[in-house]
Structures are given as C-alpha cells and as structure tokens.
C-alpha cells in the first residue's frame, strides 16, 4: 500500500506536528479490517455499480489543520452515493436554515434506506434526511435555495478538498436513473402531500446526479473537516454555527448509516454517512475526518471492510464521542 501526507492548504505545512502517527495507524486499521473473512457484496440494483472492483480497499484520514494520510487505493476515485446526503443537508441548512425540518424528521427509520413503508403513515414526512425520501426533501429545498443543487455540492467539493476534477460520473447518474423507480415512486407520494416543492422530475435529476458523483477517500476526509472544525470551511469562513454542526453530527451519529445506525455507534462511536458505493466518512470532533472505500456492502448497504477499518481504528485509538 501507498501512502503520503499532502497539505491541503498552503497553511497546513506550518501545522505543529501532534506527535500522532497517523500513516501508521491508517495502515493498522486497513490490516485489521482484512483479517476478517467477511467481504460483503458490491452492490448490483444500480448496474453501473456492479462494475466496482470489489477487491478495492482504501482509507485515508485528514486532521483539522489539512494534513492528509492515506493508504491502499485512498485516491482511486468512487462513486460517492449517498454520501453526498450529508453535504446536501449542510448546504440547505447553511442557504435556508431549521425551516427545512418542517419537511423531514431527525429520527432513525428503522427500514432499509428505500423503504416507501412509513411515508404514508406519516403523511408524506420523511424520517430523517438520509433516508433516500428525507434526501430527496432535502435536494429539493437546496434546488429550491441555489436554483443548482449538484452545482451546490460539486462547488462545495472542489473547494474543500482542493481537488477541480471531482465531477459527476454522467453513466452512473443515467444508470440510477433508469432503474430509480422506487426514488420516482418516493419523490411522487411526497408530492402528493406538498412535500416537494420542485418538478419531481427536476429533483430527481438532481438527486441522481449528486449521488453519482466520483470523489477518493482524500477527497471525502478533506470535505468532511467542515463538521470536525465545527462548520468552518477549509477557507476559514464560517459554513454553519457550532450548535448547527453539533446537530448535523448527532443526525449522522442516529441516522447515517441506515437501519444498521445503532450497531455503528456501537462498533465505531462517531459520526458517519455511509454509501452503497462503498465509502464511509466519520467525523472525529476537533480532531479529523476519514474516509474508507470497499464495495463489498453488508445487508444494510454499509461498506464490510470500511466499517471493519473505523471499528480498528477508534478502538485502538479511544477517539470515539463515548
């Protein structure tokens, strides 16, 4: 495995070294992972991304001042699904504010993330906004805010992680468009109830597209740094307050990684956002972000390898929030 450190801001190579070992402990992670025999399957419901190589297996981690480790295929480009969720909902939080809670709960589902079972029960209403129907609320609200909701995130992207080629894989975005009859069927109940407040064709787009955009596993430990400086960008301007990321995070903690949440929290103890696509990020507070990749997914749709690799690393390192 490769690895490196990479400044991602001309400040950071003034950064006061903590004394840590992060390659090392990135590396140690990765080994602990792969000595479990389990492996997952890559997912297939969405054909362009049964494609994935699903030997693939990288992580990286970024520290608060921008310095950057990673190993293994950390800069192979992914497709980041529902990952990007948790820069949707920053962005329409940051644009509109708590109004967008009036369209989608906080609370963890208990379903798969294409469940349609509790939406008509609770009269349009999303659970939370990682579910696939909370995702597309929030897309529409963001399309709704920046007349560009992919525009929005890509932006947010390329800045945070210092990276102009992350862009949107328009064959992954044209694949889930073809087979996403449950997000249609989702995105057409809702609006059945006013709950969306755009063209459902026109928030389908854009859901599929910022879905399917490729980031790496550096890419993804840069931008997550937001939540770990408590919502200030890579620029130092001010994203969110620190009671706004605070919650973002909580969210992530309850929420973000689907009905398998509460074994997150136990096996791993931080923030995290999940994709079928393989990637995990998790927020460590004050400290960093890291990113895994590994296709192979486990029935909740959570990344086998990647969530074997954070469990090794918080363990070894006590950097849960617990």
């Given at each position: 495995?490769?690895d490196?450190n ?9 950064a ?21 025999p389990?492996?997952g ?16 297996f ?12 990673g ?31 009036s ?28 579910i ?6 929030v897309?529409d ?7 560009d ?11 945070e ?20 009859h ?37 890419d ?8 770990a ?8 301007s ?30 791993v ?39 074997a ?14």
């Amino acid at each position: 495995m490769n690895d490196t450190n990479t400044p991602n801001t001309p400040n950071s190579t003034d950064a006061v070294d903590d004394g840590i070992d992060y390659r090392a402990l990135v590396h140690d992670a990765m080994a602990a992972a792969v000595r479990s025999p389990l492996r997952g399957r890559v997912a297939d419901y969405i054909p362009a991304l049964a494609e994935a190589d699903p030997s693939a297996f990288g992580m990286a981690i970024a520290t608060v001042d921008g310095r950057v480790f990673g190993a293994g295929d950390w800069r192979q480009p992914f497709s980041v699904q529902s990952v990007s969720k948790l820069f949707t909902l920053a962005l329409a939080l940051a644009e509109g504010g708590d109004g967008l809670w009036s369209g989608v709960g906080r609370e963890p589902s208990g379903n798969p993330f294409n469940s349609l079972v509790q939406l008509e029960s609770e009269h349009g209403i999303p659970r939370n906004p990682f579910i696939n129907a909370g995702a597309l609320v929030v897309t529409d609200r963001l399309l709704e805010l920046t007349g560009d909701a992919v525009g929005a995130v890509l932006d947010f992207l390329r800045a945070e992680s210092g990276d102009p080629a992350v862009a949107v894989d328009r064959a992954v975005a044209a694949s889930e468009a073809e087979h996403g009859h449950r997000s249609a069927a989702m995105a057409h109940f809702m609006a059945s109830y006013g709950n969306l407040r755009n063209p459902v064709e026109d928030v389908l787009a854009h859901y599929y597209a910022h879905c399917a955009i490729e980031v790496s596993c550096r890419d993804l430990a840069l931008a997550g740094l937001f939540l770990a400086r408590h919502g200030v960008r890579a620029d130092g301007s001010r994203l969110l307050s620190r009671s706004e990321a605070k919650r973002i995070n909580a969210v992530l903690l309850t929420c973000g990684t689907y009905d398998a949440a509460g074994e997150f929290a136990y096996r791993v103890g931080l923030p995290g956002k999940s994709g079928v696509g393989g990637g995990v990020l998790a927020v460590l507070p004050g400290r960093g972000a890291v990113c895994t990749w590994s296709p192979g997914l486990d029935a909740a749709g959570n990344s086998v390898l990647g969530v074997a690799a954070l469990d090794a690393l918080t363990t070894a390192t006590g950097w849960s929030v617990f």
